[in-house]
């Protein structure tokens, strides 16, 4: 009888620890575009910054995990100092989003994670004060490993499916002096 005992007990656990370890978990599809700059050993430039991701989101809201492809497009028209240049980025990134103050339909955000970076593109030659060529024209092709971190703006509805996310600071950084940095405005729809 004794037996029989520990067997229910052991089942009714079982039971309940099931039911507790189903997570709310809810799914969205992000969008974001921005603009910002992007350094590296070779290469400087400012421009636009997009990305495609999706959205977990856990605990009440609160925990968000963000795997997203970004795409950035870099030029240094606007850099005077900077030689002619034309670059893309491609990131492969996986953010946590975590809500430091929440209110009804606010919050703020920090975030932080990994990426992955590919900078590729042509630069152009380097010219010396005396009009001769200091650094001839060459091509980029970087691949480096990096994180990043993040802080942000959350405005959302808990009865609608559209959220928009403000993100005034996000840091990329990496290997071979590779730094990114910008401004974007995210838009996620629940699924």
């Known amino acids: 009888m004794k037996r029989y005992g520990w067997l229910v007990l052991m ?5 309940l620890s099931s039911q507790a370890a189903k997570p ?3 799914h969205a599809l ?3 575009l921005g603009y910002g700059s992007s350094v590296g050993n070779d290469n400087e430039g400012k421009g636009m910054v997009y ?3 999706y959205l977990y989101t856990f605990s009440n809201d609160r925990f968000r995990l963000n795997p997203s492809l970004g795409f950035g497009h870099y030029s240094a028209k606007n850099i005077s100092d900077a030689r002619n240049q034309s670059f893309n980025v491609t990131n492969l990134s996986m953010t946590a989003w975590i809500d430091v103050v929440q209110e009804t339909d606010f919050s703020m ?7 992955v970076s590919h900078a590729g593109g042509l630069i152009g030659a380097d010219v010396d004060n005396g009009g001769g060529i200091a650094d001839p024209q060459k091509y980029l092709n970087q691949t480096q490993w990096g994180g990043l971190f993040a802080i942000g703006f959350r405005f959302f509805h808990p009865d609608r499916r559209l959220n928009v ?6 840091i ?5 002096g590779f ?4 401004a974007q405005l995210a838009l996620s729809v629940r699924l």
Not at 109 to 115: A, D, H, N, R
Not at 179 to 182: K, S, T
């Open 11 to 15: 089942l009714v656990m079982v039971s």
């Open 109 to 115: 955000m920090v975030g932080g994670g990994t990426l």
């Open 24 to 26: 709310d978990v809810r």
């Open 165 to 170: 996310e403000l993100r005034p600071l996000n």
């Open 172 to 176: 990329h950084f990496g290997g071979v």
């Open 30 to 32: 992000t969008y974001a």
């Open 51 to 53: 990305s495609v991701g």
């Open 179 to 182: 730094q990114e940095v910008y």
